[in-house]
């Protein structure tokens, strides 16, 4: 356990559907991501939330929408998916000081399938 | 950020110490050494990171050159289910949210 959980786990879905993936951490981090990890590819960070506010969207298409109501909680809204969208989406956290880096603590993650 | 490279794979022996090399040649003073293992379908793991002393915790032990253009993870007494990726990354104390993640190397114990 890393503190940081991730529902669902597993999830199945048209190109049709929208859904949410959420991501919780209990550590009292100030900074949460979304990451994408296709098969045979390294990570890819999607998005970062620093203290709420949105600070990194790395080109990502507009289907996949964050949302960070809180410090503790970050959601990744998915619609309209692609079926090259399936992946295993991570999540993580860490503590942003201004004494240097921190490592970033991360989710199981969600294994997205988009039919 | 510095690139870094690392052997695609690797095995070693369950009880043997693993040696995980990482190259790092073009890394700037103010980047540090950081590795990660991802297990299989799992979300990657934090291991240790370091500047430029060598570094030891629970976990794992980190060498770095003096010159700083490589590194070594050391695993003392590997076990099967240190069987993962392992990720050697470098980056900026500023350079707060970007990893850049390669493909790692993939260590296999074997008993």
């Known amino acids: 356990e890393t503190g940081v959980t991730q529902t669902p786990r597993h999830l199945v879905m048209g190109m049709t559907n929208k859904k949410s993936l959420k991501c919780e951490q209990h550590?009292?981090?100030?900074?949460m991501y979304w990451y994408k990890q296709s098969a045979k590819k390294p990570l890819e960070l999607m998005f970062v939330?620093?203290?709420?506010?949105?600070?990194e969207n790395n080109s990502v298409p507009s289907r996949f929408s964050p949302e960070c109501p809180n410090s503790s909680h970050l959601f990744l809204h998915l619609h309209t998916l692609q079926p090259e969208d399936s992946a295993l989406y991570l999540c993580?956290?860490?503590?942003?000081?201004?004494?240097?880096?921190?490592?970033?603590?991360f989710g199981p993650g969600t294994r997205l399938t988009v039919l | 950020d510095a690139k870094t490279t690392q052997p695609p794979s690797m095995d070693c022996a369950e009880g043997r110490a693993a040696n995980l090399p990482c190259n790092h040649s073009t890394i700037s003073g103010n980047e540090y050494v950081y590795w990660y293992r991802q297990i299989h379908s799992q979300g990657p793991q934090y291991i240790i990171h370091g500047l430029k002393n060598n570094e030891t915790n629970e976990m794992a032990s980190l060498i770095i050159t003096e010159d700083r253009k490589s590194s070594t993870l050391i695993l003392p007494h590997a076990t099967l289910r240190d069987t993962a990726v392992y990720y050697c990354?470098?980056?900026?104390?500023?350079?707060?949210?970007?990893?850049?993640w390669g493909a790692g190397t993939k260590l296999i114990i074997k008993p």
């Open positions: 550590l009292g981090h100030n900074a």
């Open positions: 993580a956290s860490s503590l942003v000081t201004s004494g240097g880096p921190n490592e970033q603590f």
């Open positions: 990354i470098v980056r900026t104390a500023v350079s707060n949210y970007q990893l850049i």
């Open positions: 939330y620093n203290f709420k506010e949105q600070t």
